[in-house]
Each structure stands twice: as structure tokens, then as C-alpha cells.
């Protein structure tokens, strides 16, 4: 479901859906609370609701900034391997530029069909949470084939051929650790705590009595703001390569990349 929000809904519609929702719940909730318990404008539970609101508030919060560290964390991690893997099989590309060329030209087309098989194929899959290692498995292959096949001659080949297998295996861990960055996500008791603690926390600033209207209102809304903004930044951090902040399949078109691109 979550993954389906960001891919059909921009952040900006994400983030009025949610906070937008949250706010009106506030609202809603204090003003019929207001009308059928009198006693709460005059703050007659505040005593006790102050004492849980900090607590409570506090709990939450060291909760929710580990969360969120830990997934920015992921989604930096899951960055820099996407930018790893790419660079790595640029490596490949120019190494080869040390073989005869028709040993070039084999290893230049296996590439190409990687690097469009990853960006046209494998990476929508990865949006939608569903990586098939499959798709990509005939492009490794024969990536593999090519040099399986080629038997270098003189020093020099046999230095980069030694150099471009010892690559192209980097190659292939990264694209396993991005594989399964893709499936990430929290564990199910993280988000029973995340999302379960906003659905207490918000009720709490409903019993929390403030005389002046336009102030309780101010207070309740800015709290269900805030709430329905952060449960969007754990929603758009857990999933790394699905919407408008995931990591982007840019550095498979830069560099030496880019001739398959043009």
C-alpha cells in the first residue's frame, strides 16, 4: 500500500493527504470534544494530561528520530551502492579497451544490454518493491561468457583481463546489495510503533483544555502537522527506489555510460 502511494501520488499531494488529513482529525475531534465535555476548556484535566503528553511526546520522539536516522542512513547506503555499481561497470567498459577489438566490441555490447536491462527492466520492477533477479541474470551471464571465451595473450591483456573479472564480481555484489536494498523495509514492530504511537498521540491533544479556542486550535493542529509530515518522511525513507525523493538509475547514463544513451 505504502509503495503504491508513492509511485501514484507526488510528495507535495502525499504530504497535504496526510498532514491535511491528520489536521482535520485534530480539528474535528477538539471541537466535538469542546461541546461535549465543557470541563475541558478550563484545562480541568491538565494535570494529569500534561504529565502524559511530555512523556508520551518524549518516547515518541526518540523513537521516530531513530527511525528516521536509520532509514536516511539506508537510503544514502542504497545511493552510494547504486553509484558503486555503476562506476564499477564503466571500469569494465574502458579496461576493455586494452583487448583486440573485436574482444572490445563483445564486451562493449554485453554492457550495453546490462546497463538498459537495469534501467528499463529491472528498475521499475524495483519501485513497485518486486525486484526479479531474473531479469537481469542473462545480461550477467553473458558478461561472464565474454571473458570466459577470450584467452589474452600478451602481459598487458592478461593484467586488465585479471583486472576486469576482479570487477565485474564487484560488479555483480552490488548489484545483489541493490537487489536487496530494494526490499527493504521497517520491521513490523517499528511500524506498529510509528504509526500505532501517532494514532494515540493525536487523541491525547484533544483532552488537553486551553481556554482561548483560536489557541487549543493553533496547538492541536500544529501537533497533528507535524505528526502527519514525519509518518510521510518514514513512509518515503522506508522505501528507497519508489517515489519522487527514491534513488535515481541517473549514474547508469553518466560517464562512459552515456554512449548508450545517444
Not at 546489495?177 to 520491521?187: H, I
Not at 484533544?206 to 509530515?229: D, H, N, T
Amino acid at each position: 500500500m505504502g509503495i503504491w502511494l508513492l509511485n501514484n501520488f507526488t510528495t507535495l499531494t502525499l504530504a497535504m493527504l496526510l498532514g491535511g488529513g491528520a489536521v482535520l482529525v485534530a480539528v474535528t475531534g477538539t471541537l466535538l470534544l469542546r461541546r461535549r465535555l465543557s470541563r475541558l476548556s478550563h484545562g480541568a484535566y491538565n494535570d494529569m494530561l500534561g504529565v502524559v503528553l511530555s512523556m508520551y511526546a518524549a518516547i515518541y520522539g526518540i523513537i521516530l528520530a531513530f527511525v528516521v536516522v536509520a532509514e536516511w542512513e539506508a537510503l544514502n547506503d542504497a545511493e552510494t551502492n547504486v553509484a558503486t555499481e555503476a562506476s564499477q561497470t564503466a571500469e569494465v567498459l574502458r579496461d576493455a579497451s586494452a583487448f583486440p577489438p573485436a574482444q572490445e566490441r563483445r564486451v562493449t555490447v554485453a554492457v550495453g544490454e546490462y546497463v538498459h536491462a537495469i534501467v528499463e527492466k529491472q528498475w521499475p520492477l524495483m519501485r513497485e518493491g518486486r525486484p526479479d533477479p531474473g531479469v537481469t541474470n542473462p545480461q550477467v551471464v553473458k558478461l561472464y561468457q565474454v571473458f570466459q571465451d577470450y584467452e589474452p595473450r600478451s602481459e598487458s591483456e592478461k593484467v586488465y583481463y585479471e583486472q576486469s573479472v576482479t570487477t565485474l564480481g564487484e560488479v555483480a555484489q552490488a548489484r545483489r546489495t541493490r537487489l536487496s536494498d530494494s526490499q527493504q523495509s521497517l520491521p513490523t514492530l517499528l511500524n506498529v510503533l510509528i504509526y500505532g504511537g501517532a494514532l494515540v498521540m493525536l487523541p491525547l491533544t484533544f483532552l488537553y483544555g486551553i481556554r482561548s479556542l483560536r489557541a487549543q486550535m493553533m496547538f492541536v493542529i500544529s501537533v497533528a502537522g507535524l505528526i502527519g509530515v514525519s509518518l510521510l518522511l518514514c513512509l518515503s525513507l522506508d522505501h528507497p527506489f519508489s517515489g519522487n525523493l527514491s534513488v535515481s538509475p541517473a549514474p547508469f547514463k553518466e560517464g562512459v555510460l552515456a554512449q548508450f544513451w545517444q
